[in-house]
């Protein structure tokens, strides 16, 4: 998995209890998946394990993990 120094260094330091395999997961089999206006890609999938959504940010490549985090507002 490719990731962004921010992601390595700042997020990963806030959120340890990410699992690398969730957030492959959501890559693969996102629900709904998001262009913003900076071009970074925004990518939902429900994770069982803890009942909650993921939100993967990636760089516009699509596979350049910037941020993840459990997003309290997604909405199906």
């Keep these: 998995m490719k990731t962004t120094d921010y992601f390595r260094t700042s997020v990963m330091m ?3 209890d990410l699992k690398a395999e ?3 997961y959501v890559l693969n089999n996102s629900v709904r998946m998001v262009i913003q206006p900076n071009g970074r890609v925004r990518r939902w999938a429900f994770i069982p ?3 909650k959504y993921l939100r993967v ?3 516009s ?3 350049t993990v910037h941020n ?3 997003d309290r507002r997604f909405r199906m």
Excluded: L
């Design 14 to 16: 806030r959120r340890p």
């Design 61 to 63: 490549d699509g596979e």
């Design 57 to 59: 940010v990636t760089e």
């Design 49 to 51: 394990e803890v009942e």
């Design 68 to 70: 993840a985090f459990f």
């Design 22 to 24: 969730w957030i492959e």
